[in-house]
């Protein structure tokens, strides 16, 4: 990959005898959203940290829009308020004694910059997040999401090369936090700032971001956009997290006639086929293979080429129901609507297509 907009190279970070990133790099293309996606732990926030000046890199190189803010074997790192970034933080950070007008403003204040010069660019942040009638309320008056528009406003309101997000959405109920999201996703494409996010929640990620970073133990195990995690993770631990809830041990022989799809023989000699979309990089270690339970067909009757299973257990999930079907010694899960016909003890015959099920390494 070129060198992007936003240019990380090697990053560590050690908290003591702790890696918390290991040799992380990636790059951000000027008015890209990318998303830091993992489990907690995994060092997303570190390295959003990182970037922001927040925490002191063990090694690394930082670059942004040309300018090197972090060099460690250059003995360069740049304080926060010198690198052309803003910040969205988890709690918002508003102040409750403030109006909105003078939170989003509060960034000007710090740096010294009088209230009358700050104006327009403050009242110009408020009408792109739909607040300029609200810029004399008091924070303590604001719903859940209009303090995180706040907290938007604040971070554009300087022009920043980047705006950074650490879990701005978690605090947030269900429904707020779908509707945010959505508008969220609509002021980034209408304003085009570049974004680096990070969240571990999966359908946020999917919903927001242009490119996705998925990261474990502080390294990254594979990025692209969403479509691409989706259709092809590269290995068990990436494809459980993104729910590839059926995931099976298998002895995996090689595709045969030029084709990508392997032979995987599972517990009780069941076969399957399943495509391998990474065996040209030199992967090793392909031992399962996986599906969505999504993508599994459940017929009450015999089907060519079905397996025999019986239904174990249904939960009822409204539009949707799971339904875990037994083959001997593997148990599988099924989503479909809601069906009279698989009841519990119920034999029926499940399949799934060769492009649904995938070769995953370890």
């Given at each position: 990959?070129?060198?992007?907009?936003?240019?990380?190279?090697?990053?560590?970070?050690?908290?003591?005898?702790?890696?918390?990133?290991?040799?992380?790099?990636?790059?951000?293309?000027?008015?890209?959203?990318?998303?830091?996606?993992?489990?907690?732990?995994?060092?997303?926030?570190?390295?959003?940290?990182?970037?922001?000046?927040?925490?002191?890199?063990?090694?690394?190189?930082?670059?942004?829009?040309?300018?090197?803010?972090?060099?460690?074997?250059?003995?360069?790192?740049?304080?926060?308020?010198?690198?052309?970034?803003?910040?969205?933080?988890?709690?918002?950070?508003?102040?409750?004694?403030?109006?909105?007008?003078?939170?989003?403003?509060?960034?000007?204040?710090?740096?010294?910059?009088?209230?009358?010069?700050?104006?327009?660019?403050?009242?110009?942040?408020?009408?792109?997040?739909?607040?300029?009638?609200?810029?004399?309320?008091?924070?303590?008056?604001?719903?859940?999401?209009?303090?995180?528009?706040?907290?938007?406003?604040?971070?554009?309101?300087?022009?920043?090369?980047?705006?950074?997000?650490?879990?701005?959405?978690?605090?947030?109920?269900?429904?707020?936090?779908?509707?945010?999201?959505?508008?969220?996703?609509?002021?980034?494409?209408?304003?085009?700032?570049?974004?680096?996010?990070?969240?571990?929640?999966?359908?946020?990620?999917?919903?927001?971001?242009?490119?996705?970073?998925?990261?474990?133990?502080?390294?990254?195990?594979?990025?692209?956009?969403?479509?691409?995690?989706?259709?092809?993770?590269?290995?068990?631990?990436?494809?459980?997290?993104?729910?590839?809830?059926?995931?099976?041990?298998?002895?995996?022989?090689?595709?045969?006639?030029?084709?990508?799809?392997?032979?995987?023989?599972?517990?009780?000699?069941?076969?399957?086929?399943?495509?391998?979309?990474?065996?040209?990089?030199?992967?090793?270690?392909?031992?399962?293979?996986?599906?969505?339970?999504?993508?599994?067909?459940?017929?009450a009757s015999a089907v060519a080429g079905g397996t025999a299973g019986v239904v174990t257990r249904s939960l009822f999930l409204g539009d949707v129901a799971q339904y875990f079907i037994r083959s001997g010694a593997i148990e599988i899960c099924a989503h479909d609507r809601p069906r009279a016909d698989l009841v519990e003890g119920r034999t029926v015959w499940w399949q799934v297509t060769p492009e649904r099920c995938l070769v995953l390494r370890e």
């Amino acid at each position: 990959m070129s060198a992007g907009f936003l240019q990380v190279d090697g990053l560590v970070v050690r908290y003591g005898p702790v890696l918390a990133v290991d040799h992380v790099s990636f790059g951000v293309e000027k008015g890209e959203h990318v998303t830091l996606l993992g489990p907690s732990g995994c060092g997303k926030t570190t390295t959003l940290r990182a970037i922001a000046g927040l925490e002191t890199p063990s090694d690394g190189r930082i670059r942004i829009d040309g300018e090197v803010v972090c060099d460690v074997g250059g003995g360069r790192n740049l304080p926060p308020e010198k690198r052309g970034l803003s910040m969205v933080f988890q709690s918002y950070a508003i102040w409750p004694h403030m109006t909105v007008f003078d939170n989003v403003g509060f960034g000007f204040r710090v740096r010294g910059i009088l209230r009358e010069k700050a104006r327009p660019a403050i009242e110009r942040a408020l009408a792109m997040v739909s607040l300029a009638d609200l810029a004399d309320r008091p924070a303590t008056r604001l719903s859940g999401g209009q303090q995180q528009r706040v907290a938007l406003a604040r971070a554009i309101a300087f022009e920043s090369k980047v705006v950074l997000f650490d879990e701005p959405l978690s605090n947030l109920d269900a429904q707020l936090r779908i509707a945010m999201r959505a508008e969220l996703g609509e002021l980034r494409r209408r304003l085009g700032f570049t974004a680096i996010y990070v969240t571990h929640d999966q359908e946020e990620a999917f919903a927001l971001s242009d490119r996705i970073i998925l990261m474990r133990a502080g390294r990254i195990e594979q990025q692209g956009t969403p479509a691409e995690l989706h259709r092809a993770p590269r290995n068990r631990f990436v494809a459980g997290f993104l729910g590839m809830t059926n995931i099976l041990a298998a002895e995996i022989a090689p595709p045969r006639n030029g084709t990508d799809q392997a032979e995987a023989r599972l517990a009780g000699d069941l076969v399957l086929r399943a495509r391998d979309p990474w065996r040209e990089d030199g992967s090793a270690g392909a031992r399962a293979i996986g599906f969505r339970p999504v993508d599994v067909r459940v017929e009450a009757s015999a089907v060519a080429g079905g397996t025999a299973g019986v239904v174990t257990r249904s939960l009822f999930l409204g539009d949707v129901a799971q339904y875990f079907i037994r083959s001997g010694a593997i148990e599988i899960c099924a989503h479909d609507r809601p069906r009279a016909d698989l009841v519990e003890g119920r034999t029926v015959w499940w399949q799934v297509t060769p492009e649904r099920c995938l070769v995953l390494r370890e």
